[in-house]
């Protein structure tokens, strides 16, 4: 009988951009365009620029944040990867970070290998049906016992993803997936830290790197996934999880069920709700923030632990702060990279407002997101004593359900993008890159980086 790592490998080796459905494609090129954005923006933050020291000097076929020289592969997914995550301001799904492990592979290498669009889009859809099919195994949550999932999960993600775009057939890519289920790894308590983005950069590195090593003959254990001693089990929770080979993939589509989650506040996808709440209780009521004497923000017990800074005092710190995130937008009435900058969570005002901040633990599940409690909300109590509520909120903006428009879309790679590439350039890399599919190589996105930039 085969068996689960099997059946994965023979649905990637398999995978082609016919079997994808239409409406996939636009999900993708929005992925693409989201995560160029925010490796733009982080490619000078500390975690990112000791990883640039690091390469200087080294050679290879892939490009490091578009211009900052090339090295090998697995440096380069390693480099952007953690670009993409160092300000915490990209997609979150499938309880992670998707497009930050799998864009920064399928560029690095889709570059290697000349690939085109189609390519790129088929090999990320890949890693995304990987990524999906595995969670939804799993009848707990990495998160409660400390496990990052965009490590775990994200690193055999990266595997398949790097094994469509390296053309491995089943066989090879069973390997690939075996290796990189001994390369997973992350952890919540790194949250608020380097190693943070560290870890998302490293999943795409070593994803790349047990593609390599599988194409060179390197081996893995058949079952790596579903033995008892395997990957699933091994970092279960409680160990509940469905190890069955039988799968809908590529009948039932995951990224079109879910989509993807477009942040627009770079702070911890957990506290998007309660940002929201905030946001909109304070425009509502209009609020003269002094007059706040407490705030009650109630959000799930399970989304919430990542939120492990209840009294930041830098920016690093800020971004897994539930306190931080609702001072910040009923102080400011917005939550963008300007409020998220040492000198803002040093505020006075914010400071004394965020000791005043309460997070209420909610049990109850989402449904369709277990993560995620039923709905969040925010209270308020004013100095006379009045209280004041904000409307439920399930889907935060820029939710697949709530999505972000493409105009809000623009508006964010332009803020993010502009001190590098001015507006034109910036429009000229976006729309080639929301039309991913139409690209001849990722050369294309290149090229329109150094247009600009000659």
């Not at 080294?58 to 997914?77: C, N, T, Y």
Request: hydrophobic share 45%.
């Amino acid at each position: 009988m085969t068996g689960l790592t099997q059946t994965l490998a023979e649905f990637v080796s398999g995978l082609s951009f016919t079997d994808i459905p239409s409406d996939v494609h636009p999900i993708v090129g929005r992925g693409f365009a989201d995560c160029i954005a925010v490796m733009f923006l982080g490619r000078d933050e500390e975690a990112v620029t000791r990883l640039r020291a690091i390469a200087r000097g080294m050679h290879g076929p892939a490009r490091i944040l578009f211009d900052q020289g090339q090295s090998s592969v697995e440096m380069a997914g390693l480099i952007n990867g953690t670009a993409a995550q160092a300000v915490d301001f990209d997609d979150a799904t499938l309880e992670g970070h998707p497009s930050a492990v799998l864009v920064p592979v399928a560029l690095a290498v889709g570059e290697e290998m000349g690939a085109s669009g189609r390519d790129l889009l088929t090999a990320y859809v890949a890693g995304y049906e990987i990524w999906a099919e595995l969670l939804q195994r799993d009848t707990d949550k990495y998160h409660a016992r400390g496990f990052h999932p965009t490590g775990l999960l994200g690193t055999l993600a990266a595997a398949a993803c790097a094994a469509s775009l390296y053309g491995l057939n089943a066989i090879q890519t069973r390997n690939a997936l075996a290796i990189a289920a001994s390369f997973a790894s992350g952890l919540v308590a790194n949250f608020g830290s380097m190693t943070k983005p560290l870890q998302t950069g490293h999943a795409a590195e070593s994803g790349i790197r047990a593609a390599r090593l599988a194409a060179n003959g390197y081996t893995g254990a058949e079952d790596a996934l579903e033995h008892r001693l395997g990957f699933l089990k091994a970092f279960s929770p409680e160990g509940r999880v469905n190890v069955d080979p039988q799968t809908k993939l590529g009948s039932d589509w995951a990224i079109v069920e879910k989509g993807l989650n477009i942040k627009l506040y770079p702070i911890c996808y957990a506290a998007h709700r309660i940002i929201d709440a905030a946001l909109d209780l304070r425009e509502v009521s209009k609020v003269d923030p002094t007059r706040i004497r407490t705030v009650k923000a109630s959000l799930g017990r399970a989304q919430a632990s990542p939120l492990r800074c209840h009294e930041p005092t830098t920016k690093v710190d800020a971004r897994f702060s539930g306190e931080f995130a609702v001072a910040a937008a009923l102080i400011a009435g917005r939550v963008t990279i300007d409020e998220v900058r040492d000198e803002f969570v040093m505020r006075q005002d914010v400071q004394a407002l965020m000791r005043n901040v309460s997070l209420e633990l909610l049990d109850g599940r989402d449904p369709e997101d277990s993560l995620f409690s039923p709905a969040d909300w925010v209270s308020i109590q004013l100095s006379d004593g009045e209280t004041l509520r904000s409307d439920p909120v399930r889907h935060a903006r820029g939710h697949a359900k709530n999505p972000a428009s493409d105009e809000m879309l623009w508006d964010k790679f332009e803020t993010c993008t502009r001190a590098v590439l001015g507006k034109e350039g910036s429009r000229n890399l976006f729309e080639r890159t929301m039309e991913l599919k139409n690209l001849a190589s990722p050369s294309d996105m290149y090229r329109a980086f150094d247009d600009v930039t000659a």
